[in-house]
C-alpha cells in the first residue's frame, strides 16, 4: 500500500524540562517502502539526541504507530530497527548518564484504525508514573485499589454493571459524592 512518509514524533509525560524522572514516548510510523526507513532512522537519531543533550537520565518508549498500513513482516522489521538505532545512538553517545529505554528499546505497536496497543501504552506509562514521588501520595490509596479491582474484573469480563462497580467502590473505601465521577474517570482512563 503506497502512502507518504510521515516523520517522528515526541510526546512527554510527566514531563518537566530537564528533569531527569520523566518518561519520553518516541513514535514513528511504521514504513513500507525502504527508501522511508532512512528517513524513519534520521528522525529517530535527531530524537534522541535532542533528548540525550536536554534530559539524558529521561526514561524512552518507543511506539510505531500506522501498524495497519503494513504488513507484519514490515512491521518486525521496523520494531528491531527501532530497537538497534536507538540502542546503537544511545551507546555511542559516550555519556555516563544516558537515556534508558523502556522495555528494553522494544517498541509498542499502535493500529490507528483499531486503537489495539493503545492500552498497553496506558499500562506503560501508568507503570511509570505509579513508581515515581511525583505519583505516590497525591493519588489516595482507595483509588489505587480501586483501579486495580477494576483492572482485575475487566481481564474476566467485558462489560461491568454499574451497580457492580458501585460495590467495589464501597469495598475499596472509595465513597463520597464525588465517588462515581472519580470512577468513570478512572474507567476511561483504563481504555474502557
Known amino acids: 500500500r503506497a502512502r507518504s512518509p510521515r516523520h517522528l514524533a515526541l510526546s512527554s509525560v510527566c514531563c518537566v524540562k530537564s528533569a531527569p524522572d520523566t518518561l519520553r514516548v518516541v513514535c514513528g510510523p511504521g514504513v513500507s517502502p525502504d527508501e522511508h526507513a532512512a528517513s524513519l532512522r534520521a528522525d529517530l537519531a535527531r530524537w ?3 533528548l540525550q543533550a536536554s534530559v539524558p537520565r529521561a526514561e524512552v518508549l518507543l511506539v510505531v504507530t500506522h501498524v ?11 520494531q528491531k530497527m527501532m530497537q538497534a538505532e536507538a540502542t546503537k545512538l544511545i551507546q555511542a553517545s559516550g555519556k555516563q548518564v544516558r537515556l534508558q529505554l523502556v522495555r528494553e528499546g522494544q517498541s509498542l505497536p499502535i493500529d490507528c484504525r483499531t486503537g489495539l496497543g493503545v492500552r498497553d501504552i496506558r499500562e506503560e506509562i501508568y507503570q ?3 513508581h515515581r514521588d511525583m ?3 497525591r493519588v489516595p490509596h482507595s483509588l489505587e485499589k480501586l483501579r486495580e479491582r477494576l483492572e482485575k474484573e475487566f481481564r474476566i469480563k467485558e462489560c461491568i454493571p454499574a451497580g457492580a462497580v458501585s460495590e467495589l467502590a464501597a469495598a475499596c473505601g472509595v465513597t463520597g459524592e464525588r465517588w462515581p465521577g472519580t470512577a468513570l ?5 483504563m481504555g474502557h
Do not use: A, H, I, P
Open 48 to 50: 534522541l539526541w535532542n
Open 68 to 78: 495497519d498500513c503494513v504488513e507484519e513482516k514490515e512491521l518486525k522489521r521496523d
Open 128 to 130: 511509570f508514573c505509579k
Open 135 to 137: 505519583y505516590r501520595g
Open 185 to 189: 474517570q478512572l474507567l476511561s482512563q
